[in-house]
């Protein structure tokens, strides 16, 4: 399994400047973003540029959707009720994690975390909330617990009541 991160997770990550913790955890698990994700995020005006020169050497996978393929079918109907291109990102994220079971998506974006559980459709886990996913770093020695801290910080979602438990054991 690898993990497939939408633009907020990348995104906090970057604003608590632990981007090379992330490039190093994806040496050790796979992470990977959507084309749509990297373009977003390339484009950010205060993350854009540490983002860019970050990528390259990061590990993590940037994955393209081919027209014409099912993936695009899928984008294509994920996007018809769309009015602004706002959300592509994420919906990209979600075309390419429901077209292939081998990935977890990784979200925090209310809206994009219910249109994943309504479309994610095969057998097993594929849908995680940050503090998960940054646990099962943790766990995994991929990245440090003061890192996890520190992303969460910066997510400024609330933190989950297992998060002050787990960290004492950290």
Same mark, same amino acid.
């Given at each position: %399994?690898?993990?497939?991160?939408?633009?907020?997770?990348?995104? /906090?990550?970057?604003? @608590?400047?632990? &981007?090379?913790?992330?490039?190093? @955890?994806?040496?050790?698990?796979? /992470? =990977?973003?959507?084309? *749509?994700?990297? @373009? &977003?995020?390339?484009?950010?005006?205060?993350?854009?540029?540490?983002?860019?020169? +970050?990528?390259?050497? !990061?590990?993590?996978?940037?994955? !393209?959707?081919?027209?014409? !393929?099912?993936?695009?079918?899928?984008?294509?109907?994920?996007?018809?009720?769309?009015?602004?291109? $706002?959300?592509? =990102?994420?919906?990209?994220?979600?075309?390419?994690?429901?077209?292939?079971? &081998?990935?977890?998506?990784?979200? %925090?974006?209310?809206? @994009? %975390?219910?249109?994943?559980?309504?479309?994610?459709?095969?057998?097993?886990?594929?849908?995680?909330?940050?503090?998960?996913?940054?646990?099962?770093?943790?766990?995994?020695?991929?990245?440090?617990?003061?890192?996890?801290? *520190?992303? %969460?910080?910066? !997510?400024?979602?609330?933190?989950?009541? +297992?998060?002050?438990?787990? $960290?004492?054991?950290?």
């Amino acid at each position: %399994m690898a993990y497939l991160l939408d633009t907020p997770v990348v995104s /906090c990550v970057l604003q @608590a400047r632990r &981007e090379n913790e992330l490039a190093r @955890a994806a040496t050790i698990v796979g /992470c =990977a973003i959507a084309d *749509d994700v990297r @373009a &977003e995020l390339a484009a950010d005006p205060a993350r854009g540029p540490v983002f860019q020169r +970050w990528l390259p050497a !990061s590990h993590v996978e940037v994955l !393209s959707i081919v027209v014409g !393929s099912a993936t695009d079918a899928v984008l294509t109907r994920l996007q018809t009720a769309m009015v602004t291109t $706002r959300g592509r =990102a994420a919906r990209a994220s979600i075309a390419i994690a429901a077209s292939n079971p &081998e990935l977890v998506l990784v979200s %925090m974006d209310r809206n @994009a %975390m219910w249109i994943a559980l309504r479309e994610l459709s095969t057998p097993g886990e594929r849908l995680l909330a940050l503090p998960v996913f940054l646990r099962r770093l943790v766990d995994a020695v991929a990245f440090s617990a003061d890192a996890a801290d *520190d992303v %969460m910080k910066q !997510s400024q979602h609330v933190v989950p009541a +297992w998060w002050a438990d787990w $960290r004492a054991t950290r």
